[in-house]
Structures are given as structure tokens and as C-alpha cells.
């Protein structure tokens, strides 16, 4: 039975006359087990297996689920893997449907001495588990991505019973490159063996940086440079291992390689010379993250984050700045909490002139040393005379935090209101600036 006019399908293009050949062998392949008893039969079965495994998945779900659900508090190895385990549970329909319609399977062979119907069924039942487990179960954005792209039309083209065909077609599409070839089947496996062996390395990575961040032993800079150090092996194994399965020679990349380096030498300068600098920094612990630094061009803030180009800075008012390592070394860095040292302060006042400026540095410096967060040690407030002003007689009261005043604590404010309590409560005017105006040529005034 053909459903197309031969004569028009001869002058189609050979994709469409071969299209049009699986429809046809399609078509005969349904006619014949709409006719066929033991067709109908297997079909039976098939339904039988999905309501079956239906309501078998609903009595066994919330079984599993208290069973494999470790306590909230629980963090053991042991509860890591039960939980891992729930998250597979969307797989169970399927999957029970996908061995029953096996043993269905048997059966129908063993009476029929066929079972085309239900081991297409078996590939359906199979096809729906790889799409929940692509759709529920992979959450990380590059495994959804290969899931969606590659493992849900692998799943379909093996459900309609195409795989073979479709191998063969891609593994008969040659791209050339140059001097290198390759056929499209090749390339969907480098595609997929890279984007697991990578993902799997970026997963080693970052236990291996939780691991390393817990060993509060290690100096912060020190612990910073065993995670790059990691990450670099890591990445590195990962691209060996790639290279290795994929059957590539590491000696034909020789050519990639002097070209990277040439690569190095000339586009790239600025950007292996911060690499450098940041494990320069590393090395040395000059800052690392958490210090509060100043630039020489007047940037200051906390280092929050150290990559391998450049460090970032946040100022006390949230802003972001994305510093080059290369600055922090051929520049001058003050680092205000290198080796978690104090810092000091200096909070300046006046006075008025008719004041007895000999008693003023014992009640200032009695009233800050009353505030919790000064420190006496390595020396204590000390109120010193700076000058003579137009107004008044300066004055200015340094002293000694443990922290930095970047505008989230607020030390030098909290001085100076203690400055201004103190001077009031002991009758001490604080003076503001006095203008006399005289006006000359001004008309008399009349005596009343």
C-alpha cells in the first residue's frame, strides 16, 4: 500500500524519498498491528503494566519517603545518599512500568512467538523516565541544558526504534577542518563526555573548597592558594582525561599550544600578568579576603573576593570595585587590618578662648576612654592642643580602635558626641566663627 505518488516522489530530494520510506514502513507496521490479535494483546499488557506500576508507585512513594528521609539536622554521609535517593522517586511510574511490560514481554514471546508491540512499549515507558529524569532531577543549568539537547532526543530516537539509522547517518556526516576531519556523531559525544567530565570536575571543586575553608588552621592567604591550586589540578586532570577518551593526541596540539603562548606574549600580557600577581598575593599574604585596603588612586573598601584576575572591593556604602591584581603590586596598598592590627583615629574639636585649656585633655580623655570600643593598649586616648583659630583654640583627641571606621561603625561620630557630653556637662563653650560689619558713609541717625 503506498500512500504517495511514486512518480512525484522519484523527482523529490533523496532526504525527502527516505522520510517518506520510514513513514510508509510506519504506516504498513501500524496496519499490520491493527489487524493482529497478538498486537491487540501486547497492548493489553502495555496498559495493564502503566496502571499497574501507577498504583503500585502510590502505596510504595510515601513508604520510600519515610524511610530515606534523615532528620533535618542530620548532615552524615549516610544522609546525603538517602536524600540523594529521593530525589529519584518521579522515576518509579516508569520504571516499574518499564519492568513489568518486560515480564510482559516474556510472556507474549513465549504464546505469540512475537512481542514487537510491548518492547515498543518497553522503549516508550524507558523514553518517559529519561524526560522526568532530565525535567525533575537534574537541577545544574549545564546538565539541563545536555538533558534537554541530548539525552530527551536520544530517548526519543530510540523509542521510535531509529537509533541505529540515526547513528549511522551521523557517523557517515564528515565535517572537514583543515587538515582535521571529523563526523557529527563524534562531536555529539565530545559535547556530552566534556560537559559531564567538566561538570564533574567543577563538583570535585567545590568540595574540595568547602574541605579547605573548614581547616581554620590554615592562614586565610594560605587557603586561598591551596583552592587555586586545587582548581588548577582539578580543570587540568579533567581536559587530560577528556583528551584521552576522545582518542585526541596531545602532541597535535602542540600547534594550539605555541599559538596560546604567542598568544601570551602580545593580547593576553595583562592578563597573565594579574594571574601572576594574584598568586604573588597569595604567596605572600599581603591582603587577602576580608582585609579593609586604600589604593593609591583613593579606592578603599573590604576585600570580599579574590579571582584570578582581580580582587573586589566593597565600600561601606555596598558599591563593588573590581581592582586588577597587577595594582596591588606595583602600586602603593595601605592594608588597615594586616595581621588583624589596631588603628587609630583622631576626632578635632575647638574650644572657646576663654576657657582654661589645662583641664580640657583630662576631661576629654577621661570621656573617651569610657566608650567600650577604645582601646588602652597600645596607648590610650590622648587629648592634644593643635593650634590657635580664628574662633577658638583646636584641639584633637586620637585614639585606638580594634576595627576600621568605614562608615558601617561609626567610631569617630561616636567620639565626638562623647567630646560634645563631656564639654557641656562641664560648662566648656564650644565657639562658632563671629563677623563685626561696619558700614561706612552710613547717614547719621536722628536723635528722637
Known amino acids: 500500500m503506498n500512500w504517495l505518488d511514486q512518480d512525484w516522489l522519484q523527482t523529490q530530494p533523496p532526504v525527502v524519498q527516505q522520510a517518506a520510506g520510514y513513514a510508509q514502513q510506519g504506516l504498513d507496521l501500524a496496519r499490520d498491528w491493527l489487524i493482529s490479535p497478538a498486537a491487540w494483546s501486547q497492548f493489553a499488557l502495555i496498559v495493564v503494566a502503566y496502571v499497574a506500576a501507577f498504583f503500585l508507585a502510590r502505596r510504595l512513594r510515601p513508604i520510600l519517603t519515610h524511610l530515606l528521609t534523615p532528620a533535618p539536622e542530620q548532615s552524615t554521609p549516610l544522609a546525603r545518599v538517602r536524600r540523594l535517593v529521593l530525589t529519584f522517586l518521579p522515576l518509579m511510574v516508569p520504571l516499574l512500568a518499564y519492568v513489568l ?34 525535567r525533575d532531577i537534574l537541577t545544574d543549568p549545564l546538565l539541563r541544558l545536555l538533558g534537554k539537547f541530548v539525552l530527551i532526543p536520544v530517548g526519543a530516537v530510540y523509542a521510535l526504534g531509529l537509533l541505529d539509522e540515526v547513528t549511522g547517518w551521523l557517523r557517515g556526516t564528515v565535517v572537514p577542518l583543515g587538515d582535521l576531519s571529523f563526523d557529527l556523531l563524534w562531536l555529539i559525544q565530545f559535547i556530552v563526555v ?34 587555586k591550586t586545587a582548581e588548577i589540578a582539578i580543570f587540568g586532570a579533567a581536559f587530560l582525561i577528556l583528551m584521552n577518551i576522545m582518542g585526541i593526541s596531545l602532541t597535535s596540539l602542540a600547534v594550539l599550544g605555541g599559538a596560546i603562548g604567542v598568544g601570551l606574549g602580545f593580547g593576553l600580557q595583562k592578563i597573565a600578568s594579574n594571574f601572576i600577581s594574584g598568586v604573588i598575593l597569595l604567596l605572600e599574604g599581603q591582603a587577602t579576603v576580608g582585609d579593609y585596603v586604600e589604593l593609591d588612586g583613593g579606592e578603599a573598601g573590604t576585600i570580599v573576593k579574590m579571582t584570578a584576575r582581580a580582587a573586589i572591593l566593597e565600600t561601606f556604602d555596598g558599591r563593588w570595585i573590581v581592582v586588577p591584581n597587577e595594582d596591588f603590586i606595583v602600586t602603593r596598598v595601605v592594608n588597615y587590618s594586616d595581621a588583624g592590627s589596631a588603628n587609630r583615629y583622631e576626632a578635632p574639636f575647638s574650644v572657646s578662648y576663654d576657657t582654661d585649656i589645662n583641664t580640657v585633655p583630662d576631661i576629654i580623655e577621661k570621656a573617651v576612654s569610657a566608650l567600650p570600643f577604645v582601646l588602652q593598649n597600645p596607648e590610650g586616648p590622648d587629648c592634644e592642643l593643635r593650634g590657635f583659630g580664628d574662633s577658638g583654640v583646636d584641639f584633637c583627641c586620637e585614639f585606638w580602635v580594634n576595627g576600621i571606621d568605614d562608615g558601617r561603625n561609626k567610631y569617630t561620630s561616636q567620639v565626638l558626641f562623647a567630646i560634645w557630653n563631656a564639654l557641656r556637662d562641664n560648662g566648656i563653650e564650644i565657639p562658632y566663627p563671629h563677623r563685626v560689619v561696619e558700614i561706612k558713609g552710613a547717614a547719621p541717625v536722628d536723635a528722637a
Open 194 to 227: 566534556g560537559g559531564v567530565i567538566f561538570w564533574l570536575g567543577r563538583w570535585s571543586n567545590d568540595q574540595t573548597g568547602e574541605f579547605i575553608k573548614k581547616q581554620e588552621e590554615m592562614r586565610p592567604a594560605t587557603r586561598q592558594l591551596a583552592e
Open 101 to 134: 511490560a518486560g515480564a510482559g514481554e516474556t510472556v507474549t514471546r513465549s504464546v505469540f512467538g512475537s512481542g514487537a508491540v510491548i518492547a515498543f512499549g518497553k522503549r516508550i515507558f524507558l523514553f518517559l523516565a529519561i524526560r522526568a529524569f532530565a
